[in-house]
């Protein structure tokens, strides 16, 4: 089969995904929790400001125009449920809205999202691979990889919907009612989706080899936190060798887990970069192994490509399986 049938195959299963998404109880409340969300946003408002930094100064100043101190009067109030809730500001407005983005981000999205969202698709490709499912489309003369591809990068795709329309649509209704743009917190998108789509791909590989959306659903989240434990213990090590304690531990268990910290993906590495890019440090203290990636800022990089390098490993290898699989 040419390339261009190839490529017509993917989109068709793209737009078939698209269909079959939208046919999903699942996604409509994914959509109906992120309009929630909007909502709440939309409730937030900020009035007057604890400190402020004037042009050119390096000193805060209070709300009275004086040197803040910390006791200084007239404190700003930030409120949410249009008001219902009111707490004093701890800064300036920009911080106060801020620190409401990094908690949507790292926990709203970054955490209970991402695992709503391989809950949710966790059960496309194992449905669409039963014999009397795909029995149809297998008997054509069409490669059974361009329909795993098709299959992957539309979910994958959808994903990238409610993630944009999570973030944009806070971003947006944090905008409208506090007037403050920031536009790194939209820097969140695409990080979001690279993790959504290195989790996602051993759900993948394992709806070809089990054909059972359980197991996708229990495999996928035990990776998540296989990978952390060895991303974060691997950081931990490093930390310790710089600083010229590093533990006794056994050579083979030192190889072992250095090895599955380049070959496994690194959700810790990648929540670096979130937090690097939101400027989460303004109000978070990251922990000493997490600030250990500092000094070697090109293992940044390196840890997106291997666990990219990763999902496609697994991609490929789903494909060569499911192209000897008999229906």
Known sequence: MNSPTAVLVVRCMIRDTVRQSLASRAFWLLLGLSGLCILLCLSVGVEGATTVRPPGEIELFGADHQPYTGLNQGRGVLSLGFGAVRVEQWRDPNSSVHFLQILLVMIAAGA???????????????EFLQPQAASVLLTKPIPRWALLAGKFLGVVGFAAIQIAIFVAGTWAALGLRTGIWRVDYLASIPLLVVEFAVLYSFSAALAVWTRSTVACVVGSLLLWGLCSAVNFHRLAAVLQAENGNAAAASPVADALFEAGYWVLPKPVDLERISQETLRTDRHF????????????????????LTSLLFAAALLAAAALRLAKMDY
């Open 112 to 126: 209970v999202g991402m695992l709503l969202l391989l809950l949710w698709a966790s059960g496309f490709l194992p």
């Open 285 to 304: 203290r990251p922990l000493p192994e997490v600030r250990a990636l500092e000094s070697n800022r090109s293992n940044l990089a390196l840890s997106v």
